[in-house]
C-alpha cells in the first residue's frame, strides 16, 4: 500500500536502466520531468519534436544536451508515429506524451500495422492523492472509451488489476461505482457492475476483490455501509474505482483536484510498454509521478 507519491518516489528501483521516449518532448514541463527523472533513477531517453525548441529550453534549463538524444519530428503527427516507432523497435520502455492531443499519440499506438497494442482494450488509470484518503487511490477509465461496453469495462479492470500487480499489490480491491448500489435495469451500469462481481468471482478478471455496484458513499465509507446495512469487504478501502464512463471519470477527478486539493497522475495500460499520460497543462511534478507509476 502506498499512502502517497513521496512513499512511491522512494520505492521506485533505480537498478535496471530504462529508456523514455518523449512524443512532441518541445514543452517545458515535459523536459523538467525528464531531466528530473535522470536526476532521481537511471532512466534515458529520447526526445521526438521539434529539435530548435527542445535544445533552446533544455538550454534555458540548464541542460547540457546531446544533440543525438532528438528526433526531430515535423508536427504532432510525426512526432507520434516517430516515437511510436521507436518503441515499436526496442529502443524505449516507456513512452511518454508531451505537448500534442491524446487522440494523435492513441492513433499512432493503435495503427493495426505499426502501432504497439498488446490488449483488447487500451484504458487510462489516474492514480490520485486524496487529503483525507489513507492511501493512493485510482480512477478508471477516465481518459479513453467514452462509454465501454461490458467487455470491455472487464478489460479495464484487468489492466488496472495487472497494473496494481507490477506495483506489490497482491488482491487489489476494486469498486464499481454506480449512483445506486442497487441492481436496476433502468441505470445499465448497475446491471454490468454485478454482472463484472459475477466475473470476478469466477476469476475472470485477475486476482483482485470486486463488488458492484456501489454508491460513491458505500465504497469509500465504512459508516456509511454500515448505516445503510450494506455488507461489503471493499468499502471504505478500494485501491481502484471503476467508473461507468470516462464523463464521470474525468470529472469526479479534476472535481477533486481543483476543489479538493487532490495530487493526480496517469498512465495508459494495455499497450506494449506504459504509457505516461496527463494533461497538457499538467506540472512537471505531475509528469514525474506518472514516470514513477511507469517504472514502478
Same mark, same amino acid.
Given at each position: ?16 536502466? /530504462? ?19 535522470? *536526476? ?25 544536451? +546531446? ?13 507520434? +508515429? ?14 511518454? /506524451? ?8 492513441? /492513433?499512432?499506438?493503435?495503427?493495426k500495422d505499426f502501432g504497439i497494442r498488446d490488449s483488447d482494450t487500451l484504458s487510462h488509470i489516474a492514480v490520485l492523492e486524496v487529503p483525507g484518503y489513507h492511501k493512493l487511490i ?42 445506486s448500489e442497487t441492481v436496476s435495469e433502468r441505470i445499465p451500469e448497475t446491471v454490468d457492475a454485478a454482472m463484472l462481481q ?29 448505516? *445503510?446495512?450494506?455488507?461489503? /469487504? ?28 487532490? *495530487? ?16 497538457? +497543462? ?15
Amino acid at each position: 500500500m502506498y499512502v502517497s507519491f513521496d512513499q512511491l518516489r522512494h520505492s521506485v528501483s533505480a537498478g535496471m536502466s /530504462k529508456t523514455i521516449v518523449a512524443a512532441a518532448a518541445h514543452d517545458v514541463h515535459t523536459l523538467e520531468a525528464v531531466y528530473a527523472a535522470t *536526476k532521481e533513477f537511471f532512466v534515458q531517453y529520447i526526445l521526438v519534436g521539434n529539435r530548435e525548441k527542445i535544445m533552446a529550453i533544455s538550454s534555458k534549463l540548464g541542460v547540457n544536451l +546531446n544533440p543525438e538524444a532528438i528526433v526531430d519530428a515535423a508536427d504532432d503527427a510525426d512526432c507520434a +508515429n516517430k516515437a511510436v516507432a521507436l518503441i515499436r523497435d526496442g529502443w524505449g520502455h516507456i513512452l511518454m /506524451k508531451g505537448l500534442l492531443e491524446t487522440g494523435v499519440l492513441l /492513433k499512432a499506438v493503435l495503427d493495426k500495422d505499426f502501432g504497439i497494442r498488446d490488449s483488447d482494450t487500451l484504458s487510462h488509470i489516474a492514480v490520485l492523492e486524496v487529503p483525507g484518503y489513507h492511501k493512493l487511490i485510482s480512477v478508471t477509465d477516465g481518459g479513453v472509451l467514452p462509454s465501454p461496453t461490458l467487455e470491455q469495462k472487464a478489460s479495464i479492470v484487468r489492466n488496472a488489476v495487472g497494473f496494481y500487480h507490477r506495483m506489490g499489490f497482491r488482491k487489489p480491491k476494486v469498486a464499481a461505482l454506480c449512483a445506486s448500489e442497487t441492481v436496476s435495469e433502468r441505470i445499465p451500469e448497475t446491471v454490468d457492475a454485478a454482472m463484472l462481481q459475477t466475473m470476478c468471482e469466477r476469476g475472470e478478471l485477475g486476482d483482485c476483490l470486486l463488488e458492484g455496484p456501489l454508491s460513491f458513499d458505500i465504497a469509500v465509507s465504512r459508516e456509511a455501509a454500515s448505516v *445503510k446495512r450494506f455488507s461489503s /469487504k471493499v468499502s471504505g478501502d478500494p485501491d481502484i474505482l471503476l467508473v461507468p464512463n470516462i464523463s464521470v471519470g474525468n470529472i469526479f477527478a479534476k472535481g477533486l483536484i481543483y476543489w479538493g486539493g487532490t *495530487k493526480m497522475t496517469g498512465c495508459i495500460l494495455g499497450a506494449k510498454v506504459p504509457i505516461v499520460l496527463v494533461s497538457r +497543462n499538467a506540472t512537471a511534478e505531475e509528469k514525474l509521478y506518472a514516470i514513477m507509476l511507469c517504472m514502478a
